[in-house]
């Protein structure tokens, strides 16, 4: 006997797949929660149990189960998002009449705003990776002039790690000095390509074709991803925990604390643009964020400098 939580569990995943186009990641967190609390419904309700008749004391007491489990209140928030985009996609099916998990609270979480490097210190590090590579990197940044674009890049487009190695070499429009990117359900923008990342992709190219010449992949020169692998192994495209790795490397081996990671450096490239004046909408903009709720966090970012500037001018100061 089937039951139905779990025949319509597939389904919405399936659709996620399919039509709207998630990312890898995306459908995996839902696969994970939506089918968990499938489970749970099956399991505590029976395999009979319809849709129609889960109410929102179903999804807290789903809730308290995940916390005896030792999971945290972010865990749990995120499992609650899973279940109300399910939920809505249901309603919108006809299958369920209201959202039943839109009665239930999201778990208070502490704020924890991310930390940034200073423009100082990024800077340093690009203008400073021409040399040998320091004590703590050799075993990951293996190739300098690679690993240059991925941090003017990531810096200097404000690009996330999944659409940076989704660049292929005709997403790069140099007669534009823009890059096309494809972000979170597929969805496409530009970017602008500053001169230091324009520089460091030229200086990259020869060495990218020569590995690929070298591994009978020739023809990927012209063409196929732009970031590949240091063997060229495989369909040669480098792949989002391959960045991790050489980005924290990196910043480990130049000074940076341990918890830098790729997206850290996509948080400093809108700090610091905030920090220096821009608008908070062209953010948005190049950030690629569907909620201008989403970008206004970095207006908390830069608080200890609207701090400074007020100590620093203000006569009552």
Same mark, same amino acid.
């Given at each position: 006997?089937?039951?139905?939580p779990?025949?319509?569990?597939a389904?919405?995943?399936?659709m996620?797949?399919?039509e709207?186009?998630?990312?890898e990641h995306t459908?995996?967190?839902?696969?994970?929660?939506v =089918?968990?609390?499938?489970?749970?419904?099956?399991?505590?309700l029976?395999? +009979?149990?319809?849709?129609? &008749?889960?109410?929102?004391?179903h999804?807290?007491a789903?809730?308290?189960?995940?916390?005896?489990?030792?999971?945290?209140?972010?865990?749990? #928030?995120r499992? *609650? #998002? #899973?279940?109300?985009?399910?939920?809505k996609?249901? &309603?919108?099916q006809?299958?369920v009449?209201?959202n039943?998990?839109?009665l239930?609270? =999201? @778990?208070?979480? @502490?704020?924890?705003?991310?930390?940034?490097?200073?423009?100082?210190?990024?800077?340093?590090?690009?203008?400073?990776?021409?040399?040998?590579?320091?004590?703590?990197?050799e075993?990951?940044? /293996?190739?300098? $002039?690679?690993?240059?674009?991925?941090?003017e890049? !990531?810096?200097?487009?404000?690009?996330?790690?999944?659409?940076?190695?989704?660049?292929? !070499? /005709?997403d790069?429009?140099?007669?534009?000095?823009a890059?096309?990117?494809?972000?979170? +359900?597929?969805?496409?923008?530009?970017?602008?390509?500053?001169d &230091?990342?324009?520089?460091a992709?030229?200086?990259?190219?020869?060495?990218?074709?020569? /590995?690929?010449? %070298?591994?009978?992949?020739? %023809?990927?020169?012209?063409?196929? @991803?732009?970031?590949?692998?240091a063997?060229?192994?495989? $369909?040669?495209? *480098?792949?989002?925990?391959?960045?991790?790795?050489?980005? %924290?490397a990196? &910043?480990?081996?130049?000074?940076?604390?341990?918890?830098?990671?790729?997206?850290?450096?996509?948080?400093?490239? +809108?700090?610091?643009?905030?920090?220096?004046? #821009?608008d908070?909408?062209?953010?948005?903009?190049?950030?690629?964020?569907?909620?201008?709720? =989403?970008?206004?966090?970095?207006?908390?970012? =830069?608080t200890?400098?609207?701090?400074?500037?007020?100590?620093?001018?203000?006569p009552?100061?």
């Open positions: 006997m089937s039951c139905q779990r025949d319509l569990a389904r919405f995943l399936h996620l797949t399919n709207r186009g998630a990312s459908v995996r967190a839902y696969t994970r929660e =089918t968990g609390f499938a489970e749970y419904l099956c399991e505590s029976g395999e +009979g149990v319809a849709m129609p &008749a889960v109410e929102h004391t999804i807290r789903y809730l308290a189960v995940l916390y005896d489990r030792g999971l945290t209140k972010a865990s749990a #928030a499992a *609650l #998002a #899973a279940v109300r985009s399910w939920f996609w249901m &309603a919108q006809g299958i009449q209201q039943a998990a839109s239930v609270r =999201t @778990p208070k979480l @502490p704020k924890h705003l991310p930390r940034v490097p200073s423009s100082e210190d990024v800077n340093r590090i690009l203008d400073g990776m021409e040399r040998p590579a320091a004590k703590g990197e075993a990951v940044a /293996r190739w300098p $002039e690679r690993d240059r674009v991925i941090w890049l !990531l810096y200097g487009c404000g690009i996330r790690n999944s659409e940076l190695v989704g660049i292929d !070499l /005709r790069v429009h140099w007669s534009n000095d890059i096309l990117v494809r972000g979170k +359900g597929r969805k496409e923008r530009y970017v602008p390509l500053g &230091a990342a324009a520089l992709i030229r200086e990259y190219m020869p060495a990218r074709a020569d /590995r690929l010449q %070298k591994a009978s992949k020739g %023809k990927l020169v012209h063409d196929g @991803p732009l970031l590949i692998n063997t060229a192994r495989g $369909e040669a495209r *480098l792949t989002t925990r391959s960045v991790g790795r050489i980005v %924290k990196i &910043a480990i081996g130049r000074g940076l604390p341990a918890d830098v990671h790729p997206h850290t450096l996509r948080h400093a490239f +809108g700090t610091h643009m905030l920090e220096e004046g #821009a908070l909408r062209a953010i948005q903009e190049l950030l690629g964020h569907e909620r201008l709720s =989403t970008t206004q966090r970095y207006t908390q970012l =830069t200890n400098q609207i701090q400074r500037v007020y100590d620093d001018t203000h009552r100061a």
